[in-house]
């Protein structure tokens, strides 16, 4: 069972910096308005070279952007080069979240940066570091992934995975053990996509 | 509990649901839990299993709801071999990874018995389902929570006569207490359980979190048992069983 990373997006608003490879198979630039682009995956055996450059996004528009969407995971083929570099690169994703119950607020946005790892030959690590959305204090989570090529879970928000099935969804079970936020959260997610 | 608990409740194929009879059952259903809630609570120290922890009532005086927990908590501590003991915990006598599934599933033979065969009923994040979600889909489609990143899943399982409970970190951090290391376990993000019964998905997930990386043996080792594993890592795996009533994503 193998199936390719998880697919990154830039959106409008993001911050610092952007994630572009030089790879002949993939084009892939940051753009600053809503945009999709995939992380192209290393198998193993073959070398991406990646750099880091920074972007300064156009001109937001004060009212929150609509839910960019996650695209299904494919798997993307990188062209080997002879370059070996252990380089760092940055990319910030940002991903609807569920709505804030605050008439005129609409969405809440949770910021998601990702720390991707090459070296040599392969994709090393990618490292999620979550930001919490305003307002929640909890420390950020980090995702760390060994393997270019290890089967991960990959995530699916809420919303797209209503999409991608239909609306097949009617329930939601997680690791919660008490009353919270996050399955009602969900689950509200679900009733309203549904509704 | 302080757990929020949704009741999703369908007619026969064909027919209307009788709104009337559906918010009966689900208000007994209501009263059961607050029941439970208030009896085997560990925040009160005036529940029935706290006043029990301090030897101020022997098992006799409580109601035999207690008695069969008690009895429960045994056979799966048994079962388990210790992997689930509600007596490990540094706070004594703590049966809650057993109450809430088994409360749940209770209240699902309480929509049955009172004509409700197509329902699901999810405890915070423990899924009972009967039936299938008339006019949508022949089985309930039941969303995993991602334990490592919020507002998402990572599969979606179909259930038709089965429960799914889950064991993890997603929202309370590590609170699954390790009885053999005697700390919290960390290993795993999340243990998925799907099996026929509720409470014993949710005690079967809550061993094999604290199992950490032998989970997987173990469960595959479980009758009746599909299981689904993230480690800590992000990692996942799936018994076959799992797999073959995997949605989403599809495997190519």
């Given at each position: 069972?193998r199936?390719?990373?998880?697919?990154?997006?830039?959106?409008?608003?993001?911050?610092?910096?952007?994630?572009?490879?030089r790879?002949p198979?993939?084009?892939?630039?940051?753009?600053?308005?809503?945009?999709r682009?995939?992380?192209?995956?290393?198998?193993?055996?073959t070398?991406?070279?990646?750099?880091?450059t920074?972007?300064?996004?156009?001109?937001?528009?004060?009212?929150?952007?609509t839910?960019?969407?996650?695209?299904?995971?494919?798997?993307?083929?990188?062209?080997?080069?002879?370059?070996?570099?252990?380089?760092?690169?940055?990319?910030?994703?940002?991903?609807?979240?569920?709505?804030?119950?605050?008439?005129?607020?609409?969405?809440?946005?949770?910021?998601?940066?990702?720390?991707v790892?090459?070296?040599?030959?392969?994709?090393?690590?990618?490292?999620?570091?979550?930001?919490?959305?305003d307002?929640?204090?909890?420390?950020?989570?980090?995702?760390?992934?060994?393997?270019?090529?290890?089967?991960?879970?990959?995530?699916?928000?809420?919303?797209?995975?209503?999409?991608a099935?239909?609306?097949?969804?009617?329930?939601?079970?997680?690791?919660?053990?008490?009353?919270?936020?996050?399955i009602?959260?969900?689950?509200?997610?679900?009733?309203?996509?549904?509704? | 509990?302080?757990?929020?608990?949704?009741?999703?409740l369908?007619?026969?194929?064909?027919?209307?649901?009788?709104a009337?009879?559906?918010?009966?059952?689900?208000?007994?259903?209501?009263?059961?839990?607050?029941?439970?809630?208030?009896?085997?609570?560990?925040?009160?120290?005036?529940?029935?299993?706290?006043?029990?922890?301090?030897?101020?009532?022997?098992?006799?005086?409580?109601?035999?709801?207690?008695?069969?927990?008690?009895?429960?908590?045994?056979?799966?501590?048994?079962?388990?071999?210790?992997?689930?003991?509600?007596?490990?915990?540094?706070?004594?006598?703590?049966?809650?990874?057993?109450?809430?599934?088994?409360?749940a599933?209770?209240?699902?033979?309480?929509?049955?018995?009172?004509?409700?065969?197509?329902h699901?009923?999810?405890?915070?994040?423990d899924v009972?389902?009967?039936?299938a979600?008339?006019?949508?889909?022949?089985?309930?489609?039941?969303?995993i929570?991602?334990p490592?990143?919020?507002?998402a899943?990572?599969?979606?399982?179909?259930?038709?006569?089965?429960?799914?409970?889950?064991?993890?970190?997603?929202?309370?951090?590590?609170h699954?207490?390790?009885?053999?290391?005697?700390?919290?376990?960390?290993?795993?993000?999340?243990?998925?359980?799907v099996?026929?019964?509720?409470?014993?998905?949710?005690?079967?997930?809550?061993?094999?979190?604290?199992?950490?990386?032998?989970?997987?043996?173990?469960l595959?080792?479980r009758?009746?048992?599909?299981?689904?594993?993230?480690?800590?890592?992000?990692?996942?795996w799936?018994?076959?069983?799992?797999?073959?009533?995997?949605?989403?994503?599809?495997?190519?």
């Amino acid at each position: 069972m193998r199936r390719s990373l998880l697919a990154l997006f830039l959106t409008a608003g993001a911050t610092a910096a952007v994630l572009r490879y030089r790879t002949p198979a993939v084009s892939n630039s940051a753009v600053p308005q809503r945009h999709r682009s995939e992380l192209p995956l290393a198998a193993p055996g073959t070398t991406v070279t990646t750099s880091t450059t920074t972007a300064v996004p156009a001109s937001t528009p004060a009212t929150v952007p609509t839910p960019t969407t996650i695209p299904p995971t494919t798997r993307s083929t990188a062209v080997a080069t002879t370059a070996t570099t252990t380089t760092v690169a940055t990319v910030v994703v940002t991903g609807p979240a569920e709505p804030v119950p605050d008439p005129g607020t609409s969405y809440r946005y949770g910021v998601v940066q990702l720390r991707v790892t090459f070296r040599g030959s392969s994709m090393t690590a990618i490292d999620t570091i979550q930001l919490p959305p305003d307002g929640d204090t909890s420390p950020p989570s980090t995702y760390q992934v060994s393997k270019s090529d290890s089967d991960y879970a990959a995530p699916i928000l809420v919303r797209e995975a209503l999409q991608a099935q239909s609306a097949r969804i009617q329930t939601v079970s997680g690791a919660t053990y008490t009353s919270d936020a996050f399955i009602q959260s969900l689950q509200a997610a679900i009733n309203q996509v549904r509704h | 509990m302080g757990t929020a608990v949704t009741f999703d409740l369908r007619p026969d194929q064909g027919t209307r649901l009788n709104a009337r009879a559906a918010e009966r059952a689900v208000r007994r259903c209501t009263r059961w839990l607050h029941w439970v809630d208030e009896t085997f609570t560990t925040y009160s120290e005036d529940s029935w299993v706290r006043r029990l922890a301090r030897h101020e009532v022997g098992v006799a005086e409580c109601p035999g709801e207690v008695e069969d927990v008690i009895r429960l908590c045994e056979e799966f501590r048994e079962e388990t071999d210790g992997w689930f003991d509600p007596w490990a915990g540094p706070a004594g006598f703590d049966p809650s990874g057993l109450v809430k599934g088994w409360a749940a599933q209770a209240a699902s033979e309480l929509l049955l018995e009172a004509g409700f065969p197509n329902h699901c009923v999810n405890a915070g994040g423990d899924v009972a389902a009967r039936g299938a979600p008339t006019g949508e889909s022949d089985s309930w489609g039941v969303g995993i929570a991602h334990p490592l990143v919020p507002r998402a899943l990572c599969a979606v399982v179909s259930a038709s006569e089965e429960a799914v409970a889950t064991s993890g970190t997603a929202e309370r951090g590590k609170h699954v207490w390790d009885p053999k290391r005697r700390r919290p376990a960390d290993q795993l993000a999340s243990v998925t359980v799907v099996h026929p019964d509720l409470t014993t998905a949710d005690v079967y997930a809550t061993a094999a979190f604290a199992m950490g990386v032998r989970a997987a043996d173990w469960l595959q080792e479980r009758e009746r048992t599909d299981a689904y594993i993230v480690d800590s890592s992000g990692k996942e795996w799936s018994s076959p069983g799992f797999a073959r009533r995997r949605t989403w994503p599809s495997m190519t």
